[in-house]
Nanobody, 131 residues
Framework: QVSLVESGGGLVQAGGSLRLSCAAS????????MGWFRQAPGEDREFVAA????????????GYLDAVKGRFTISRDDAKNTVDLQMNNLKPEDTAVYYC????????????????????WGQGTQVTVSS
């Protein structure tokens, strides 16, 4: 079992930036897909971004929710067993609890955003964007 711990959430004004980080333990994550989902109050959990294992160099090495493309960037550091989400130009609609997730990979582009495929989840970190 993989343990995932998120950090970096907080309160920021619209247009600002935050960097979320997720530290994994229990396994070396080299062969894992790692991703971020979010959930706003009263809403379903929503895919934000995911990154395939580093040896995947194709167009589906990463995937993003359309609403965050060009603003969010996902990256991984296999030496540190971490995955980060750099969030720029934040909007009030980005307000949610953000969850880190992982599963053995790789996944094709159409499957990266399916939460049912991910067995391991962190506890979440709150991101609040004020207008």
């Amino acid at each position: 079992q993989v343990s995932l711990v998120e950090s970096g959430g907080g309160l920021v004004q619209a247009g600002g930036s935050l960097r979320l980080s997720c530290a994994a333990s229990g396994r070396a994550m080299t062969m894992y897909v790692m991703g971020w989902f979010r959930q706003a109050p009263g809403e379903d959990r929503e895919f934000v971004a995911a990154i395939n294992p580093s040896h995947i160099k194709t167009d589906y090495s990463t995937g993003y929710l359309d609403a965050v493309k060009g603003r969010f960037t996902i990256s991984r550091d296999d030496a540190k067993n971490t995955v980060d989400l750099q969030m720029n130009n934040l909007k009030p609609e980005d307000t949610a609890v953000y969850y880190c997730t992982a599963r053995l990979g790789p996944l094709g582009s159409t499957r990266l955003g399916q939460p049912s495929l991910y067995p391991d989840w962190g506890q979440g970190t709150q991101v609040t964007v004020s207008s």
